[in-house]
Nanobody, 125 residues
Framework: QVHLVESGGGLVQTGGSLRLSCAAS????????MGWFRQAPGKEREAVAV????????YYLRSVKGRFTVSRDNGNNMAFLQMNNLEPEDSAVYYC??????????????????WGQGTQVTVSS
């Protein structure tokens, strides 16, 4: 069982950048596909970016493609989400999650067994 802790959220102006980190403990990160999700008030949780265990395959939500970059450092049990050119619509609580089925890039939150506690990202206009 892996324990996930996000960090790096905060308040930023439109056009700014943030880098979210996800630290894993109690397990080996390379055993999992890693996903980043977000949930804004009154909205469903959505997959923003997903990265395969071997780092070579990624998925991005259309609205963040070209602005966000997902990465991971399996050796240090870390995953990252670099967010550039942020927009107010990106404001949400961001979560990292781990899926033990490494054959897929799942986008449904029900496919992920382990979740971090979330970190707030607020983009001011």
């Amino acid at each position: 069982q892996v324990h996930l802790v996000e960090s790096g959220g905060g308040l930023v102006q439109t056009g700014g950048s943030l880098r979210l980190s996800c630290a894993a403990s109690g397990g080996t990160l390379s055993d999992y596909t890693m996903g980043w999700f977000r949930q804004a008030p009154g909205k469903e949780r959505e997959a923003v970016a997903v990265i395969s265990y071997h780092t070579t395959t990624t998925y991005y939500l259309r609205s963040v493609k070209g602005r966000f970059t997902v990465s991971r450092d399996n050796g240090n049990n870390m995953a990252f989400l670099q967010m550039n050119n942020l927009e107010p619509e990106d404001s949400a609580v961001y979560y990292c999650a781990a899926d033990s089925d490494r054959s897929r890039l799942a986008r449904s939150e029900s496919d992920y067994e382990f979740w971090g506690q979330g970190t707030q990202v607020t983009v001011s206009s």
